[in-house]
């Protein structure tokens, strides 16, 4: 908690932002929270919102990793009570860091771990002016974001390296061991993407 506050009072730079999990809505809360992380003077807890607030003007880089962070996820989908949201939506398309770049959006439900060490040391290379830090339109890394795929006949393009890189050093994944894609590193999932377990209008409830 010490170095959060230092990090929120500028007495700890250069530092960067992580957030794993969506942001909520605080004000349909009522009287309680949805996440916190630490508590105030009078002993209430801290919104992680706030924390947000304190913490990303300061950062010289924010990253979004897995896709609850990036797009809000499963907390977000249709009927949730806690408005669900991800980074880039509570900051703003127009948000950008101390370095001027925008939320690094790294989706994946969960999210590959060798995607994010390898953003996360492009980054440093990119803080020290050796390379260029390449993101497409949504903010993910292009070089990690490029391959797409449909999982099935007719069905969405995915843009996900699993099916080329595995799940971790090149060794399982959903799309590589037999199991059904189901988007999970794309905007809109999972609504968008799950007409399988939506209810057909007149359907069985």
């Known amino acids: 908690m010490a170095r959060l506050e230092q990090a929120a009072a500028g007495q700890l730079t250069p530092f960067v932002l992580v957030l794993e999990g969506s942001v909520f809505d605080e004000t349909r809360a009522g009287a309680g929270f949805f996440s916190g992380l630490g508590d105030d003077e009078d002993g209430q807890p801290i919104p992680i919102s706030i924390w947000i607030d304190r913490l990303a003007p300061r950062a010289v880089a924010v990253i979004a990793i897995g896709t609850c962070a990036t797009w809000g996820g499963i907390p977000a989908a249709g009927g949730?009570?806690?408005?669900?949201m991800g980074l880039t939506d509570y900051l703003g398309h127009d948000f950008r860091s101390l370095l001027d770049l925008p939320v690094i959006n790294l989706p994946g439900c969960a999210p590959n771990g060798d995607n994010f060490i390898e953003t996360v040391a492009y980054l440093f290379l990119h803080i020290a002016g050796i390379v260029p830090l390449e993101l497409d339109d949504?903010?993910?890394p292009r070089w990690l974001y490029s391959h797409s795929f449909?999982?099935?006949?007719?069905?969405?393009?995915v843009r996900c390296n699993v099916p080329v890189r595995g799940w971790m050093r090149r060794v399982g994944g959903c799309a590589t061991v037999g199991g059904?894609?189901?988007?999970c590193t794309m905007p809109g999932f999972?609504?968008?993407f799950s007409p399988l377990?939506?209810?057909e209008q007149g359907g069985p409830a």
């Open 80 to 84: 949730n009570p806690t408005g669900a």
């Open 150 to 157: 449909q999982p099935y006949d007719g069905g969405p393009e």
């Open 180 to 183: 059904r894609c189901i988007a």
């Open 138 to 140: 949504l903010g993910r």
């Open 190 to 192: 999972p609504d968008h």
């Open 197 to 199: 377990i939506r209810l």
